[in-house]
């Protein structure tokens, strides 16, 4: 991490989960992070503990809608006058909606469209002009995906999502080819996480908190011995010997 400090990372969905513990680390190494998202008071703060920690990068609340291309812009205009441009771009910010195939609501889907792929462009578009102007040719561009972007789950809920994180997937590699023909070393790198317990569930289920709940609930190990023996009998024979 020695080469990246003083230098500029864009983190999107920074206010929350995944998107906040990356600023944090990426602050604590001493990077500039300008972190985005549509409500910053929970960016502000958690710059506020940053700077009490003493870590030696700054990080810099954004206030902007990635539905909206005209913010994206505006902001990418911001950071290049006030700190020249990204030199890391990481494509975190993501949402889904209850928005079955079959019976979905094209609004819902649409939003999903917006900020899981056409934010994710539109930034990794401009993040790469920002570092083509400045002859920056050791940037990099991280999305973050999902494991929903390799396999469709069983939950109609899920579907649409699963499909906008499928196109994450087939973005990735596009970007990668492009800029292996640029002849450039900027890199692409795709990052396709498991559940994480973070405020995406409740936002997801958000007329049912208990639905969100379970989610975690279901994903936690309470007895790991059982858990273990279940999963692999043979190891019965080991825990109850005869």
Sequence with gaps: ????????????????????????????????????ARNVDKIEKLSAECQSAGYSGTLIPYKCDLSNEEEIL?????????????????????????????SGKTEGWRNMIDVNVLALCICTREAYKSMKERNVDDGHIINVNSMGGHRVVASADEHFYCATKYAVTALTEGIRQELREANTHVRATCISPGVVETEFAFRHHNSDPEKAAGVYESMKVRDFTSFITNLYPPLQLLSHPH
């Design 74 to 102: 505006s902001m990418f205009s911001a950071i290049k006058t006030l700190h020249k441009g990204v030199d890391v771009c990481i494509n975190n910010a993501g949402l889904a909606h209850n928005e079955p195939l079959l």
């Design 1 to 36: 991490m020695e080469r990246w400090k003083g230098r500029v990372a864009l983190v999107t969905g920074a206010s929350v989960g995944i998107g906040a513990a990356v600023a944090r680390a990426l602050v604590q190494q001493g990077m500039k992070v300008v972190g985005c």
